[in-house]
């Protein structure tokens, strides 16, 4: 069988193993942000009156832009995350069109036909405002509302106002991208609608951060995730996603002091002890602290990891003030 199951999405590669008919949202979703999951919403189990329906959010794998390009991209939340991602929404089944070339051929009307009626017997769809589909990216809303009428729905663009400005930013994975790329994570966390998370394995690193007081887990991410600026962060930490958040802070970059020659990211938790290695972090991003510099010895980056440590420490006892329930 072509297919595998992550919690309770049905994962289809192979497009005779679809179950159907279906209800689908069609789009990458990478991060599945907030604008993401207004579109996905209305094929969600909980909002379809017909059950017959499997709920079905439709993706390209790979992404059409790769396909081109021929250049791997940088993910908000790569497969396995987005896989959990839709899990946690209520999706059951996540279907990858192989984006090849035979597929970049199929003009709107083909793909009308033999995707989405044919092999996926849709009958309920929904989608973003500026979906195109087809050869050259020809088939548009209209062509979808000629066959499914009220039956497709569109959901208008998601604009979120940020800022002391109060500045309307449109609700985007690469306005998320570039907010990540500043240090801008108040207005990444906002776009995402929940905190962005960096999961991996703790790795072996050099073992000298034990020798100045402040040892720190590295961790380990997939290639394909896309990260923050380099620098310092005030973090909230899941150790094999048991509960409760341990508070710490954050360095990825470098390291230029110990001459790295590898980008690294790794966290010292407060007021914690114990071996980690092997295990799972799930590494939540509250708040930039500062950039990356170069210290002339190990004692002045051993003190400002000190203040490092307050500064993120002062930051997330605000922030936790701040979210208590009255
Ligand atoms: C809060 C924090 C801030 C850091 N800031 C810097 C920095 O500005 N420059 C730098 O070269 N290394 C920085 N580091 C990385 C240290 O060089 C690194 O933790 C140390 O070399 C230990 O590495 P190890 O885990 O491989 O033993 C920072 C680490 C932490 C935890
Ligand atoms: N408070 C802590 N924060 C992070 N890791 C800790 C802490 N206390 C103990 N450890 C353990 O120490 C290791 C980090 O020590 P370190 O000397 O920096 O070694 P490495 O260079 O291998 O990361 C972590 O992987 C973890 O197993």
Redo the contacts with the bound molecule.
């Keep these: 069988m072509n297919c595998v199951k992550i919690l309770s999405v049905r994962i289809i590669f192979d497009p005779t193993e679809i179950s159907r008919p279906t209800a689908i949202a069609l789009g990458n979703f990478d991060g599945v942000h907030i604008g993401h999951r207004r579109v996905i919403a209305p094929i969600l189990p909980t909002a379809l009156d017909d059950r017959h329906l499997t709920s079905t959010v439709v993706s390209f794998a790979p992404h059409p832009q790769e396909f081109f390009s021929n250049q791997p991209r940088q993910l908000l939340a790569p497969f396995e995350e987005k896989v959990s991602l839709l899990a946690d929404l209520g999706v059951e089944q996540l279907v990858l069109l192989p984006f090849n070339a035979a597929l970049a051929k199929l003009t709107a009307a083909e793909f009308i036909q033999q995707i989405l009626i044919k092999s996926m017997q849709v009958e309920m769809i929904s989608v973003g405002c500026d979906f195109r589909f087809g050869k050259q990216r020809q088939g548009s809303i209209n062509d979808l509302q000629q066959i499914w009428g009220d039956r497709l729905t569109v959901i208008p663009e998601q604009t979120m106002n940020v800022g002391t400005s109060n500045q309307a930013v449109r609700i985007s994975s690469s306005n998320i991208r570039a907010a990540l790329a500043e240090g801008n994570i108040d207005l990444a966390n906002a776009l995402l609608g929940r905190p962005y998370n960096l999961l991996g394995e703790?790795v072996?690193?050099?073992?000298?951060?034990?020798?100045i007081g402040f040892?720190?887990?590295?961790i380990a991410i997939p290639e394909a995730k896309c990260l923050p600026r380099d620098g310092v962060y005030a973090v909230q930490v899941l150790i094999n996603n048991a509960h409760p958040y341990i508070s710490?802070v954050m360095n990825i970059g470098m390291r230029p002091t110990v001459n790295g020659n590898l980008r690294s990211l790794?966290?010292?938790?407060f007021a914690?002890?114990?071996?980690?290695?092997g295990q799972r972090l799930n590494v939540e991003l509250k708040q930039f602290i500062r950039p990356e510099q170069k210290f002339e010895s190990l004692d002045a980056l051993q003190s400002q990891i000190h203040q490092d440590c307050q500064s993120a420490q002062r930051y997330l006892d605000t922030e936790q003030l701040c979210t208590v329930p009255q």
């Design positions: 703790v072996y690193g050099k073992q000298l951060g034990r020798t040892p720190t887990a590295n710490g790794e966290v010292h938790l914690w002890q114990g071996d980690i290695y």
